[in-house]
């Protein structure tokens, strides 16, 4: 039987360590960024509608929006008029009150109708004369395909890694005592996986304190190795046996360093979240205390991953997305709030990600179904203050038929803007990565040279 490094620490990870960790040793390379740099994905699972979450405010258009989204339009009149985003002609969800603050700051910058693209030039009669041809993403309107393509940035055929994860590659341990640079408080998942290393994915609340080897070996370490030691050998030669037991110290050392930083007080972190019981709010908590730990940790750039859901608003919409956007609200605020007391706002760049968005308009049960293009937002003292990327999609007067010219149909999916791989490699580029490195990461990057990025990030200085 022959098996390699690899395979053998992915059998492995689930069932020799707690709370589903697992990391390889990383590439010898150093960040190319000046001081530390963090990157924080928020994914919004379900397809966040965002189609109210920015929404035009102009006289006309916003006419327009009221009568094409019917009972979903945020008016004052239901009590939900949208917040005012200064200094442009559009507004915010009214649950993303202390996001809007985040605006007003010159900490927020808000990028209209992004989504998977293969290559810049598809237009409405393309893509109606070849939904399924090779200019398109394959299975558009799909949870399972979309989130994948989101997060792999690979959108015919599939991917075993995400761009976060290849992206986190090109970072590496200065120091025995440094921890994974790919790190989630969501579990395993795609966009953190990559060919060299895997994440360290840690709980959102409570203890990571490693049992080294569960059930048959007890838990002590030493006797776990020797037993390990003798059965590898038996079994796989001493390739195994090398895995093994660098699984086995790398496991332990970083419960050692990572569990008292979750289970301890920060006085900086701590009090700003202690008000939300919430899943987001608990997981960008343990992003924060990690990232105040950072000099502790040897680390210099990682990469995190938290998420939120389920934004699959078929039915309830209006209820739903108030409740999980005000959750977002509170916690992105208070992570911001938290690295601003650090000294690291210049140093953490949060983003959001989600499936897709939902048609403009709504269906009979209360909701939306799925779409394409969608709205996102990027926080941190980097960005470039008050900046709008794009613009939202122009509609058409209320009529049947599409319901604006990026319409691919008739009930409002917009042909995206801008693709995937722009957002990423704008990302990418801020935490040092060469041209080179970022197309590695990001190989269809190529489609789009005469745009690469979207300049919505001010360098480190």
């Not at 740099?37 to 979450?53: K, P, R, S, W």
């Not at 009930?411 to 935490?431: C, H, I, K, M, N």
């Amino acid at each position: 039987m022959t098996i390699n490094r690899r395979t053998l620490l992915q059998g492995l990870a689930g069932g020799l360590v707690a709370g589903q960790v697992s990391f390889l040793p990383r590439l010898a390379r150093a960040s190319s960024a000046n001081g530390y740099q963090a990157l924080v994905c928020i994914f919004m699972y379900g397809g966040n509608d965002g189609n109210n979450t920015v929404v035009p405010m102009d006289p006309a258009n916003y006419k327009l929006y009221q009568q094409y989204r019917g009972y979903l339009a945020l008016t004052a009149a239901n009590g939900n008029a949208p917040l005012p985003l200064g200094n442009t002609s559009y507004g915010l969800h009214p649950a993303l009150k202390k996001t809007s603050q985040l605006w007003d700051s010159g900490n927020l910058s808000v990028l209209l109708n992004v989504g998977t693209s293969v290559e810049p030039g598809l237009t409405v009669a393309g893509y109606t004369a070849d939904p399924s041809g090779p200019k398109v993403p394959a299975n558009l309107f799909s949870h399972e395909d979309q989130r994948n393509e989101w997060k792999s940035a690979v959108y015919q055929g599939s991917s075993v890694t995400g761009w976060g994860g290849r992206l986190a590659s090109n970072f590496a341990a200065s120091g025995d005592g440094d921890i994974a640079s790919m790190l989630s408080f969501a579990g395993p998942d795609l966009f953190t996986l990559a060919a060299a290393q895997e994440p360290l994915c840690l709980p959102s609340t409570g203890s990571f304190k490693i049992n080294p080897f569960p059930g048959k070996y007890g838990v002590s370490v030493a006797a776990a190795r020797a037993t390990l030691y003798a059965e590898s050998q038996t079994h796989y030669g001493n390739d195994a046996i090398q895995a093994v037991q660098s699984l086995t110290a790398s496991g332990v050392n970083a419960s050692g360093l990572i569990n008292p930083i979750l289970l301890g007080t920060n006085a900086s972190v701590d009090p700003l979240f202690d008000s939300f019981d919430t899943s987001i709010a608990h997981q960008l908590r343990g992003v924060a205390k990690l990232i105040a730990q950072q000099s502790q940790l040897g680390a210099r750039t990682q990469v995190f991953y938290v998420d939120i859901g389920n934004f699959d608003t078929h039915h309830g919409q209006l209820d739903t997305q108030q409740t999980l956007l005000s959750q977002l609200d509170d916690a992105v605020s208070a992570f911001y709030a938290a690295t601003a007391a650090l000294g690291l706002a210049k140093n953490v760049t949060t983003f959001t990600m989600s499936d897709f968005s939902r048609t403009y308009i709504p269906n009979s049960t209360g909701g939306t179904d799925h779409a394409w293009g969608n709205h996102h937002f990027v926080i941190g003292g980097s960005v470039k203050p008050q900046t709008v990327v794009g613009r939202l999609p122009a509609l058409n007067p209320f009529s049947e038929g599409p319901v604006g010219p990026l319409d691919v149909g008739t009930e409002g999916r917009w042909l995206p803007d801008f693709s995937v791989d722009q957002y990423a490699a704008t990302l990418a580029s801020w935490v040092g990565l060469s041209h080179a490195e970022i197309l590695d990461v990001l190989p269809n990057l190529v489609n789009f040279s005469n745009s690469p990025t979207l300049g919505f990030l001010n360098p480190l200085t």
